[in-house]
C-alpha cells in the first residue's frame, strides 16, 4: 500500500506563472478546485468557471485562503446549455486581455439519461459538446495571448468508447456507459483533430486520463458499481492526486513544443486505436460544428 501511494506523489515542480491567466471548467470540486488552488499558488490569474454558483463562491474562497493569492474569481458556466457558455465567453473576452490555459475539466459520468437545453445527450453534450464551443469562442483570445495551453481532461475509459456519428445523441439505445466512454473518446479525437488546426499558432493542446479518483463523478454509479469503487478506494487516486496530471499537462515546460497527445499519470500514455482515428476525429469535428451550428475551420 505504501508502494502505491508514493507512485501516486504529487508532480514536483517550481514553476511560477506570474501575469499569467487561466479558465478552469468545473472548479468548484476534485481535481477542478485542486488545479485552480495549485495554478494560484504559482501566482496565475485563476478564473473559476462553475455551474453552481452557491458552491463555486464556497470554493473561490477556499482556493485564495489556501493559495494566498487574491486575483482569484468565480463566473457562471453552464455547459448543459449553450447561451450560457457564449455568455460566459462574451464576458472573458471583453474583460481579459489574455488567456494563457484552458483547462477543460469538468464532467458528467454514466448519469440517467437526460438531454441538454440545446438537445444533446447529457454526457456528448456537457463533456464534449461544451468544451467543443467554449475553445471555439475562446480560441482567439488563446492566439493572441501564445504560447497559451488547452487541456482537456479525458479518461481511460476513453478506450472503451466508440464514436456512434448516426446517433451521437444516443437516442435509439442509451447504455449510460458506453455515452460516457464515448464522450472521452470524442476528448481525445478533438484533441487529436485541434493540434493539426492550430500547428503554427504557439497554441498547444492535450488530453489526459487523471487516474481513477475519488470524487462526485461516482454519484450516478449503481450499487453493484459503487461496491466495486469502494472494494478499490485504497487502490484510487485522491483529488489532489488526480489532479497532477492536469497541472503537469498545464505547466511542464517540456511540454511546449508537444501538441495533440493523451497523459496519464504526468507521462504520455497510449491510447485506444480509435483514439488515433483521424478520419474519424475528421469526421467528429465536422458532425459537432454542424450540431452547435458554428464555422471553424
Known sequence: MQAMRNFFRPWSSNVKLDGKTVVITGANTGIGK????DL?????????????MQKGDAALKEVIEVS???????KKLDLSDSSSIREFAQNINSEEKQLHILINNAGVMVCPYGKTVDGFEMQIGVNHMGHFLLTFLLIDLLKRSAPARIVTVSSMAH??????LDDINSEKSYDKSKAYSQSKLANVLFTRCLAKKLQGTGVTTYALHPGVVQTEL???LNGPQQAVM???K????????????TIYCAVAP??????????????PASCSNAAMDDDMAQRLWDLSCQMLKITWD
Open 68 to 74: 494566498g493569492n487574491q486575483n482569484v474569481i468565480c
Open 230 to 232: 469502494w472494494l478499490i
Open 34 to 37: 485542486e488545479t485552480a488552488i
Open 40 to 52: 494560484a499558488k504559482r501566482g496565475m490569474r485563476v478564473i473559476m468557471a462553475c455551474r453552481d
Open 234 to 245: 485504497p487502490f484510487t487516486k485522491t483529488s489532489i492526486q488526480g489532479a497532477q496530471t
Open 218 to 220: 461516482w454519484r450516478h
Open 254 to 267: 517540456e511540454l511546449e513544443t508537444e501538441s495533440g497527445s493523451y497523459y496519464s499519470d504526468c507521462a
Open 159 to 164: 478506450k472503451w468508447g466508440t464514436i456512434n
